[in-house]
């Protein structure tokens, strides 16, 4: 198990710019999440995926921000034409969803800067 | 909408000591999880522990512990014997037990220092 994979760990990007980050998630883990996090503020959810169905997504997640998991395996998240107020830890998880009470299991996120 | 409170930002231990975290949460679900998470300043989010709502008995796992009161929507956390190694920000988390809604939605979180 060599847990839930993200990259890159830091991106500093100008506004305007288009970013993308990776997740791999756990081999065995059907369900994958992606999370926004502002310093000293809880998690706040932005989407998740069954295999590679995007079955809920936030209303945080504007038209800039698109998610896929095109073969149920990883998922990348671009947000399209940065600005400063997406500056933010983005994590991703992972679980099974045949066991209600199976934990998310988090990777170390990224952390995208917006100059 | 479900919601999850952590209304005291900051907490201190002394080392050896025990502390409880609060939290309290808002739904009208019947059935739901609950959860304790751990996010050392590595930043990688740890299970603590989780409780099943319609489980009356509390949860345990080692020093950690719950008081899960369902009337009163408190699902608070005791850290026996505190060591320095659990400095870290604990967020409070809900999760509903319907299949469709599997996300979890988490409280603010709080600061907790262990003092040697």
């Known amino acids: 198990d060599t847990g839930v994979s993200q990259d890159p760990r830091h991106k500093i990007t100008k506004r305007g710019q288009n970013v993308t980050f990776r997740c791999d998630p756990i081999?065995?883990?059907?369900?994958l999440y992606w999370y926004r996090q502002t310093l000293g503020q809880g998690p706040e959810f932005l989407t998740y995926?069954?295999?590679?169905?995007?079955?809920?997504k936030s209303r945080l997640l504007s038209d800039r921000f698109s998610a896929e998991r095109p073969k149920g395996s990883f998922s990348t998240l671009e947000i399209q034409r940065t600005e400063q107020g997406d500056s933010a830890m983005y994590l991703c998880a992972s679980s099974l969803a045949r066991a209600p009470l199976s934990p998310l299991h988090f990777g170390n996120g990224t952390r995208l800067t917006v100059t | 909408a479900q919601t999850v409170t952590q209304s005291q930002p900051e907490m201190s231990v002394q080392e050896a000591e025990t502390v409880t975290l609060s939290c309290t949460y808002d739904?009208?679900?019947?059935?739901?999880?609950l959860f304790w998470y751990k996010q050392p300043p590595s930043r990688q989010m740890i299970l603590v522990i989780r409780q099943e709502a319609y489980k009356q008995q509390n949860a345990t796992e080692n020093r950690f512990s719950v008081n899960f009161q369902k009337a009163a929507k408190s699902f608070s956390l005791k850290i026996s014997d505190s060591q320095l190694g659990d400095a870290a920000m604990y967020f409070c988390?809900?999760?509903?037990?319907?299949?469709?809604?599997?996300?979890?939605?988490f409280g603010k979180g709080i600061t907790l220092s262990v003092r040697p």
């Open positions: 081999s065995e883990h059907n369900r």
């Open positions: 995926f069954q295999n590679e169905a995007q079955l809920e």
């Open positions: 988390a809900y999760r509903s037990a319907g299949g469709a809604n599997s996300k979890l939605t």
């Open positions: 739904t009208s679900e019947s059935d739901y999880y």
